[in-house]
């Protein structure tokens, strides 16, 4: 008796368990709908707050002046320097609206300490010369813009949760170094032109010793030099593609009022100017319901480029080439004769860059 109530048992238990998990799986579409609900929702909100970006002032507290802040800084790798030093601080990306939506703003902090705002890589670092920028712009709270307060009211914390999971991702990553990120609290958003005049101080982190070096006014000349006298706009090893360009944001929704001028002087050293008039193309002409479903295409190809699924160009190339063609039925661009533009500029890059190494260290 005491076996088969035992086997009975069991095989309730089994049921049990069965009929838990099939439950369970019965309810997943259910999850799925009110969680794709929410998600709607929360990017609904974010649309309106775009809408009304700006009107709702800064709380005193939160404030740079507010705070008794006296000093501010830019962080940037050398390749930006010389374009940084004619045209001021003209770039940063800022999340705000939908998903992919976002603003261009020149990003700032009141961090003096190395870390890393724009996640910068370590084998990017351990190439290139890391900068730190002092800057002196108008700090009134309509133009100088706490990072955690704007991400709290404007993004519903988009960008605090974006670096959390960055950030947790990275845990324990040797390729990480410094502070991932920085402190949000700690940045703030320039809604406006940093003019080369508003820079006052320029270091580079030495490597050796840990420390910030000053450079000085002869030593920024001879590094800007040398770079104007370079054939592409970045003299730094590999490319990279700007998703923001490609998406938009440094076009559409440019605080500055800079960036079309820098590109209109530029372009012509752009290592990817045939792909970017295509791209350019749809930002300033799509509707937003095509813009929308633009970004997350080219989204999704860009992720499966940076996770190494596809290290390919040629698929990127082949989406913007087929969303042009739709249409321009009568001006049809050819993907192949693209790429072998792209490519022969790329053969051009790699020999004018392998010169450029052979340069002697400035002093």
Same mark, same amino acid.
């Given at each position: ?24 799986k019965d309810l997943r579409p259910i999850f799925n709908y009110f969680g794709n609900i929410e998600i709607q929702r929360i990017e609904k ?69 190395? +870390? ?60 990480v170094q410094g502070n991932v990120n920085g402190d949000l609290d700690k940045q703030y958003i320039y809604r406006g032109h940093i003019t ?79 792909f970017y008039r295509l791209t350019d193309w749809f930002v300033l002409n799509l509707n937003q319901r095509l813009l929308k479903e633009w ?6 190809? +860009? ?24 249409? +321009? ?35």
């Amino acid at each position: 008796m005491s076996n088969l109530m035992s086997n009975l048992n069991c095989k309730s238990v089994r049921s049990i368990k069965k009929l838990g998990n099939s439950r369970f799986k019965d309810l997943r579409p259910i999850f799925n709908y009110f969680g794709n609900i929410e998600i709607q929702r929360i990017e609904k909100l974010r649309k309106l707050r775009k809408k009304h970006l700006w009107e709702i002032p800064q709380p005193e507290e939160v404030t740079f002046n507010g705070r008794g802040e006296k000093k501010i800084f830019h962080y940037t790798m050398d390749y930006n320097l010389n374009a940084i030093m004619k045209y001021g601080i003209i770039f940063g990306d800022v999340t705000v609206g939908e998903s992919l939506d976002g603003i261009n703003a020149p990003n700032l902090t009141t961090e003096s300490k190395f +870390h890393l705002p724009a996640n910068t890589q370590k084998q990017i670092l351990e190439k290139n010369d890391y900068y730190r920028l002092s800057i002196k712009c108008p700090t009134d709270a309509d133009k100088l813009f706490n990072m955690e307060w704007f991400d709290q009211v404007y993004c519903l914390n988009q960008t605090r949760n974006m670096n959390r999971d960055l950030n947790k991702n990275r845990k324990g990553d040797k390729d990480v170094q410094g502070n991932v990120n920085g402190d949000l609290d700690k940045q703030y958003i320039y809604r406006g032109h940093i003019t080369p005049k508003m820079i006052k101080e320029v270091c580079r982190w030495n490597k050796e010793t840990q420390y910030w070096d000053r450079v000085n006014k002869k030593q920024i000349s001879e590094i800007c030099s040398r770079m104007e006298d370079f054939p592409f706009n970045t003299p730094t090893e590999g490319f990279s593609l700007s998703i923001t360009r490609m998406m938009g944001s440094k076009l559409l929704d440019d605080t500055t009022g800079m960036v079309k001028k820098y590109f209109k002087e530029t372009d012509h050293k752009e290592w990817f100017i045939d792909f970017y008039r295509l791209t350019d193309w749809f930002v300033l002409n799509l509707n937003q319901r095509l813009l929308k479903e633009w970004r997350h295409k080219v989204w999704e190809v +860009h992720q499966n480029m940076k996770s190494g699924k596809d290290n390919s160009i040629e698929n990127l190339v082949a989406l913007a080439v087929d969303w042009y063609n739709r249409f +321009h039925k009568n001006n049809e661009v050819d993907v192949r004769l693209l790429m072998n533009k792209i490519q022969r500029r790329q053969n051009d890059f790699i020999t004018a860059f392998e010169e450029y190494k052979k340069l002697p260290a400035i002093a």
